[in-house]
Nanobody
């Protein structure tokens, strides 16, 4: 089992920045790829970004490419999502997730955090 806890969400004005953190415990975090997903009210959970176990490979949704940066520090059992130039449409609950296989669909991720709210005002 891997336990994940997100932090760093909040309210920010459009154009602002936030950095989300994901603290992992349990089984060896470095064995897993990590992903960030988000879910807005009334919408399905959508992929945001993923990073492989070593941090050497990253992939982003088109909607956040160039604005968001995913990273990880396996020594600290932590992952991060730096979000710059935030837009009102980025408003959602953001979830950290881990998988042994990788991918961009929620079904491919076995472990999830409880989520952290990000609200971007216009």
């Amino acid at each position: 089992q891997v336990q994940l806890v997100e932090s760093g969400g909040g309210l920010v004005q459009a154009g602002g920045s936030l950095r989300l953190s994901c603290a992992a415990s349990g089984r060896t975090f470095s064995r897993y790829a990590m992903g960030w997903f988000r879910q807005a009210p009334g919408k399905e959970r959508e992929f945001v970004a993923r990073i492989n176990w070593s941090g050497g490979s990253v992939y982003y949704a088109d909607s956040v490419k160039g604005r968001f940066t995913i990273s990880r520090d396996n020594a600290k059992n932590s992952g991060y999502l730096q979000m710059n130039n935030l837009k009102p449409e980025d408003t959602a609950v953001y979830y950290c997730s881990a998988t042994g296989t990788g991918g961009t669909t929620p079904q491919m991720y076995a472990y999830w955090g409880q989520g952290t709210q990000v609200t971007v005002s216009s």
